[in-house]
């Protein structure tokens, strides 16, 4: 049944992509955050909607930008060139990877699809209108995930164990909470900026029981990346007094639903110099450092921390990660720099903390466009702002997990670019309409 309905939906759906690649790249995005392959069992589950919405986009935007029937503002600036440059060197690193390690080239399929999205969204997000469309794509389509599990930690009491989402990037517990941390500012965002009332709660809602869902994963990573979310936003708040009370709220409700297991997964974190699983991780980053260190151009290739003939190669190369390694089974790098570290070297590291710096760097470069600005620019600073938040959720829930190459992290870099064309293309029509000649009366 849920197959002859995805089946009715694609009918449904592929004559309107068909006719604007625009709806052709929102029906990309959906497919590439919801995984629609997990709610289906029979003959459409094996039906590649990525890939076909992804080749139907780019198509037709080629096939209506020729005829002028598709606008794009897109101009090479600085954070596509080290986009760029980092699948550029990524390509290198896998071609001259350590080898034998089989996870190689399927490590390479996965992360070329999300460098393909990311390039190609500036060339769509071309207006307000189409971010906010795509904002809300993205909100329903990884925030179905976190408003389902959500609500199954409300039905049970606190009892649902939550595991992530199989079959995707996001398939450890620990992952999934990160990415509904970093989800949590755009729900915050389109519940200000929808015009509906009725979306605004549902915005809401959403945010409420992705906290829930956060909670019930039991991710210590999930936690600390939660508070120093909270802890930022009312440091880059304009209103600190509202955000203070917003974040207390928040806190409160942490408090008062969170379940017992979680407090005591939490407490955890105080004893994690004994904890094994901590342990792990810190094996896993001297391992990455190591391989860094022989490898420091390309690093060893992905995964190649994960290979346990290059762990078993470099566990007892000391360096300044003072453990002694015990025979273990390889693990992956649970940290994002260290994963980065391990798999493209330090020329890898280094591009990786560009292409974030940079988000910094345009989220300024939109508030000095919006100062200057005479016509309404909220909207951008305040995006500008949730995307900065969910990049630090990021970068702080991503010191103790793999997800350095996460698709939504990358599309949310290209967006800021984008979002800052928009606003110079807005000024300057503006000047153009001031400065035009104006017909009329004449005053002598």
């Given at each position: 049944?849920?197959?002859?309905?995805?089946?009715?939906?694609?009918?449904?759906?592929?004559?309107?992509?068909?006719?604007?690649?625009?709806?052709?790249?929102?029906?990309?995005?959906?497919?590439?955050?919801?995984?629609?392959?997990?709610?289906?069992?029979?003959?459409?589950?094996?039906?590649?909607?990525?890939?076909?919405?992804?080749?139907?986009?780019?198509?037709?935007?080629?096939?209506?930008?020729?005829?002028?029937?598709?606008?794009?503002?897109?101009?090479?600036?600085?954070?596509?060139?080290?986009?760029?440059?980092?699948?550029?060197?990524?390509?290198?690193?896998?071609?001259?990877?350590m080898q034998p390690n089989n996870l190689v080239w399927f490590r390479v399929d996965v992360f070329l699809k999300g460098m393909v999205l990311a390039f190609a969204a500036p060339f769509f997000l071309?207006?307000?209108?189409?971010?906010?469309?795509?904002?809300?794509?993205?909100?329903?389509?990884?925030?179905?995930?976190?408003?389902?599990?959500?609500?199954?930690?409300?039905?049970?009491?606190?009892?649902h164990n939550i595991y992530g989402i199989p079959n995707s990037s996001l398939a450890d517990n620990n992952l999934y909470a990160l990415a509904m941390v970093m989800l949590l500012p755009i729900f915050?965002?389109?519940?200000?900026?929808?015009?509906?009332?009725?979306?605004?709660?549902?915005?809401?809602?959403?945010?409420?029981?992705?906290?829930?869902?956060?909670?019930?994963?039991?991710?210590?990573?999930?936690?600390?990346?939660?508070?120093?979310?909270?802890?930022?936003?009312?440091?880059?708040?304009?209103?600190?007094?509202?955000?203070?009370?917003?974040?207390?709220?928040?806190?409160?409700?942490?408090?008062?639903?969170?379940?017992?297991?979680?407090?005591?997964?939490?407490?955890?974190?105080?004893?994690?110099?004994?904890?094994?699983?901590?342990?792990?991780?810190?094996?896993?980053?001297?391992?990455?450092?190591?391989?860094?260190?022989?490898?420091?151009?390309?690093?060893?290739?992905?995964?190649?921390?994960?290979?346990?003939?290059?762990?078993?190669?470099?566990?007892?190369?000391?360096?300044?990660?003072?453990?002694?390694?015990?025979?273990?089974?390889?693990?992956?790098?649970h940290s994002n720099y260290f994963q980065v570290l391990g798999d493209l070297g330090y020329i890898g590291l280094i591009l990786f903390l560009s292409l974030l710096a940079s988000a910094f760097v345009?989220?300024?470069?939109?508030?000095?466009?919006?100062?200057?600005?005479?016509?309404?620019?909220?909207?951008?600073?305040?995006?500008?702002?949730?995307?900065?938040?969910?990049?630090?959720?990021?970068?702080?829930?991503?010191?103790?997990?793999?997800?350095?190459?996460?698709?939504?992290?990358?599309?949310?870099?290209?967006?800021?670019?984008?979002?800052?064309?928009?606003?110079?293309?807005?000024?300057?029509?503006?000047?153009?309409?001031?400065?035009?000649?104006?017909?009329?009366?004449?005053?002598?």
């Amino acid at each position: 049944m849920r197959d002859l309905f995805m089946f009715g939906v694609m009918l449904s759906v592929l004559p309107m992509a068909f006719r604007s690649p625009f709806v052709a790249f929102l029906l990309w995005v959906f497919a590439t955050v919801f995984s629609p392959q997990l709610y289906l069992y029979g003959f459409m589950q094996g039906f590649r909607y990525v890939f076909v919405f992804a080749g139907l986009a780019l198509l037709l935007f080629w096939i209506y930008k020729g005829k002028k029937r598709e606008p794009s503002s897109f101009k090479l600036e600085g954070t596509s060139v080290l986009l760029a440059l980092f699948v550029l060197h990524a390509l290198l690193s896998s071609a001259f990877a350590m080898q034998p390690n089989n996870l190689v080239w399927f490590r390479v399929d996965v992360f070329l699809k999300g460098m393909v999205l990311a390039f190609a969204a500036p060339f769509f997000l071309t207006s307000r209108w189409r971010i906010h469309l795509t904002l809300i794509v993205l909100a329903a389509g990884l925030g179905f995930h976190g408003v389902l599990d959500g609500l199954k930690v409300v039905a049970s009491g606190g009892g649902h164990n939550i595991y992530g989402i199989p079959n995707s990037s996001l398939a450890d517990n620990n992952l999934y909470a990160l990415a509904m941390v970093m989800l949590l500012p755009i729900f915050l965002y389109l519940a200000k900026y929808s015009a509906n009332r009725y979306a605004k709660w549902v915005a809401s809602i959403a945010f409420a029981l992705c906290v829930l869902t956060i909670l019930g994963s039991n991710s210590r990573g999930g936690f600390l990346a939660l508070a120093i979310l909270g802890v930022w936003y009312w440091i880059t708040s304009s209103r600190k007094m509202l955000a203070l009370v917003f974040v207390s709220v928040v806190a409160l409700g942490v408090m008062q639903f969170a379940p017992e297991r979680w407090f005591e997964r939490i407490e955890t974190i105080k004893v994690a110099s004994e904890d094994q699983s901590f342990l792990g991780r810190v094996a896993a980053w001297k391992v990455s450092v190591n391989i860094g260190n022989d490898n420091p151009l390309l690093g060893g290739g992905f995964h190649a921390v994960q290979m346990q003939w290059i762990w078993n190669r470099y566990k007892d190369t000391p360096n300044f990660i003072d453990y002694n390694i015990p025979s273990m089974k390889a693990k992956a790098a649970h940290s994002n720099y260290f994963q980065v570290l391990g798999d493209l070297g330090y020329i890898g590291l280094i591009l990786f903390l560009s292409l974030l710096a940079s988000a910094f760097v345009n989220r300024w470069k939109i508030q000095a466009v919006a100062a200057k600005s005479k016509t309404d620019t909220a909207w951008a600073t305040d995006l500008a702002t949730a995307i900065n938040l969910s990049l630090v959720a990021f970068m702080a829930g991503g010191a103790g997990v793999s997800l350095a190459y996460f698709e939504l992290v990358y599309l949310f870099i290209m967006m800021l670019p984008a979002i800052h064309r928009i606003l110079v293309l807005e000024s300057a029509k503006k000047k153009e309409l001031v400065s035009a000649p104006q017909g009329g009366v004449v005053h002598v």
